[in-house]
């Protein structure tokens, strides 16, 4: 049966959208008894358990694309053994190492050894998680896929309510509701993963798969210019902008998971139209939805987005909302190479796709080290935008290399730009709600009758999928 994307891309979005939703409803019971330096304090943990959890992915995400898509049950069942075979191995290596660690300077930094507990257990699981998404994603399940992140959502709220409203463990409820939605992540992994654990580990594989060690690199060098980052802001700014800035970036992370469950609607069907016909009418399309997400989320945030964050935060989080708003311009730019990662990663070498980090990560890095000591928050302003401007060009230099990848995305130069605007007409001139709301509701009449065509068709297959009988 032919794949329906446009459900298949509604159905990826869902667990977004219960993301956004369980961390709307829960963030004003948190704020009640947690304060901004309590999150900040988690967050900080959540990049070290990133950062080690990189080390697990071996590069696989990449590799699927390549080794497990449209194989043989036989070659994905190999595949999948393997990888995981060698995820477990490393992280058991890296927890056991992590545990040694805490009478040397950890113990320092976590306020309870719980918390360590807490983490190794995340990141003992941290690459089966990634791997089963992406499995779920190349198999075109996007119901199974919907379980599998929607239900860690929920449990985190539920979770995160009850220990709120009944007890008073402070920063310990982050911790505790981790747990659970890590529990409960484990028992999907369990259940997706059976079919495929049939294999023993083989070195043939193994090697194969240590082969793309370029990629793992990048992985893990992405992560430690992230936790570089992050650090060098809590260093300049302090933990309460920190805390700000990570929190509008948690707002960014649903951003993107909307934008890829755009993408994981149509990936399967985007890679074989560019190995049999060599043409990217599924990546068009997607580009168009993304651009369409980002303007929103952008217009959002730089208008009533302030007074939402107000709301429901009892006022902690007020001014995330303009970095949320930065990170949706940078995003206009680096979400939107839909075209060329296929290409590359169909077309390419391995190791072009590993230089992205150099040019994306490092690069920011850099500008950061360079720009925020003398520039403050213009600084960062201007690096963040400046990454995101040359990981384009390197995409679109790179792919070309191997294809002929038209240029898709000749609308974010007038989405930049209005995003841009509206920010900066509501920090200059809106200073009441009122203004803000207007400037809201007029940008988005013009939103909408920029993106009617769009808008038109997925709004009448909405109702076609509604009143089909």
């Known amino acids: 049966m032919k794949p329906n994307h446009k459900l298949n891309t509604i159905i990826f979005l869902s667990p977004s959208i219960v993301t956004v939703i369980c961390s709307i409803v829960s963030l004003p019971f948190l704020t009640q008894k947690l304060d901004l330096e309590d999150f900040g304090y988690f967050y900080l943990c959540l990049i070290i358990i990133n950062f080690l959890g990189s080390f697990s992915l071996l590069g696989g995400t990449v590799s699927m694309a390549k080794k497990f898509h449209g194989k043989e049950v036989r070659e994905q069942e190999e595949f999948i053994s393997n990888i995981f075979f060698l995820s477990l191995i490393i992280s058991s290596f890296l927890s056991l190492l992590t545990l040694i660690s805490w ?13 360590l507990y807490i983490m190794l257990f995340v990141l003992m699981i941290y690459g089966f998680k990634t791997y089963i998404s992406e499995i779920l994603t190349i198999n075109n399940r996007p119901l199974s896929y919907c379980i599998f992140i929607g239900m860690q959502s929920i449990i985190t709220l539920l979770i995160n309510i009850y220990l709120i409203q009944n007890y008073d463990f402070g920063v310990d409820t982050l911790f505790y509701s981790m747990l659970g939605s ?3 992540s484990l028992i999907l992994v369990i259940f997706y993963s059976f079919q495929y654990l049939k294999r023993v580990p083989s070195f043939r594989i193994i ?18 210019f992230i936790f570089f980052e992050r650090n060098i802001l809590n260093k300049f700014f302090g933990i309460e902008l920190f805390t700000l800035f990570n929190y509008a970036k948690s707002y960014e992370s649903q951003m993107l998971a909307i934008n890829k469950a755009i993408v994981r609607g149509v990936y399967s069907a985007a890679l074989f139209e560019l190995k049999d016909k060599g043409s990217f009418s599924y990546c068009e399309k997607s580009i168009d939805y993304i651009l369409l997400v980002i303007l929103f989320f952008g217009l ?43 290409t590359i990663l169909v077309k390419g070498k391995i190791k072009s796709f590993a230089n992205i980090v150099y040019f994306d990560k490092l690069v920011l890095l850099i500008l950061i080290l360079l720009l925020v000591p003398f520039l403050q928050l213009k600084g960062l302003v201007i690096a963040y935008i400046t990454s995101a401007i040359i990981l384009k060009l390197y995409f679109y230099k790179t792919a070309r290399k191997f294809f002929d990848v038209p240029f898709l995305e000749k609308k974010i130069f007038i989405i930049c730009f209005i995003i841009s605007s509206i920010l900066l007409t509501s920090i200059y001139i809106g200073d009441s709600f009122f203004f803000r709301l207007n400037l809201f509701i007029t940008s988005l009449l013009a939103v909408t009758y920029y993106f009617r065509f ?14 089909r009988k």
Not at 207 to 224: D, M, Q, T, V
Not at 321 to 329: D, H, P
Not at 454 to 467: D, R
């Open 300 to 342: 959002f945030f730089a208008t009533i987005g302030y007074d939402f964050m107000s709301l429901i935060s009892n006022d902690k989080f007020s001014n995330s909302s303009y970095f949320v708003c930065l990170l949706c311009i940078v995003r206009v730019f680096n979400n939107t190479n839909v075209a060329y990662n296929i």
């Open 207 to 224: 090697k194969e798969i240590l082969a793309e060690y370029r990629i793992a690199i990048s992985g893990f060098l992405e992560n430690l």
């Open 454 to 467: 769009e808008l038109f068709a997925l709004i009448s297959y909405l109702l076609q999928v509604v009143f």
């Open 103 to 115: 009478d040397f300077f950890l113990n320092k930094f976590l306020i309870d050894k719980i918390h």
């Open 182 to 184: 890590g529990i409960i």
